[in-house]
């Protein structure tokens, strides 16, 4: 059983750029979950994607936008980086929305200069 | 709006030591709550989950946590802290349903002394 990867590991901009960053879920894993955890702090919801569709958004601007893909991949775009983006992006998958456990991928370290 | 709060944001144990890592929750609804681990540079690794079966719940590397609704905590405990503990941990809890996204608090550090 695969689990949740993310690419890139690690990823530098520069301020008013744009950015991917890619998910691949559990094996099986519908419901795909982005977090961004800035340093020093817990993880906080941005959104979760269900069957391809954003299924509940957290307190996160607009700039903040993904994509879920028919193999249940996922993608979080960010437009117009601010340097408070810098953080780690964790995505998480579970199995079906109904379920509780989430399983986190390793993150990618974005870093806004 | 629902939190957690993990109390002490760093804890240090001796090898051996008994290993108490706090979390409460502000809700009059039980929820789900999770415990999860994180090494440095990697991703968070749930360590154990209370879904409202028994109160006293077991989990990997020897960690457990007892859910006490009348104390809105789900502390997190280990008899004899070993050195490759060290590490971050954060306290989550969901409350379901389709969205059931997680809530963590503001993670606890544990060092282990030798």
């Known amino acids: 059983e695969t689990g949740v990867t993310q690419s890139p590991t690690h990823l530098i901009k520069t301020r008013g750029q744009q950015v991917t960053l890619r998910c691949s879920s559990q094996s099986g894993h519908n419901t795909v979950s982005w977090y961004q955890q800035a340093l020093g702090q817990g993880p906080q919801f941005i959104f979760q994607?269900?069957?391809?569709?954003?299924?509940g958004r957290g307190n996160f601007p607009p700039r903040f936008s993904g994509l879920q893909f028919p193999n249940y991949s996922s993608e979080l775009n960010v437009n117009a980086l601010e340097l408070d983006d810098s953080a780690l992006y964790l995505c998480?998958?579970?199995?079906?929305?109904?379920?509780?456990?989430?399983?986190f991928g390793p993150g990618t370290r974005l870093t806004v200069t | 709006a629902q939190s957690v709060t993990q109390l002490g944001s760093h804890v240090s144990v001796s090898e051996g030591a008994l290993v108490l890592l706090r979390c409460n929750y502000s809700?009059?609804?039980?929820?789900?709550l999770f415990w999860y681990v994180q090494y440095p540079n990697q991703g968070l690794q749930l360590l154990l989950k209370?879904?409202?079966?028994?109160?006293l719940v077991k989990g990997i590397n020897g960690f457990e946590a007892e859910f006490k609704k009348s104390e809105t905590s789900f502390h997190l405990t280990k008899p004899s802290a070993h050195m490759s503990d060290a590490a971050e941990y954060f306290c989550a809890v969901s409350y379901g349903g389709s969205q059931g996204n997680l809530i963590f608090g503001k993670g606890t550090k544990l060092s282990v002394k030798p």
């Open positions: 809700s009059s609804v039980p929820p789900y």
């Open positions: 209370y879904t409202s079966a028994a109160t």
């Open positions: 994607y269900y069957r391809e569709e954003e299924n």
């Open positions: 998480a998958s579970r199995a079906d929305r109904e379920t509780y456990e989430q399983y």
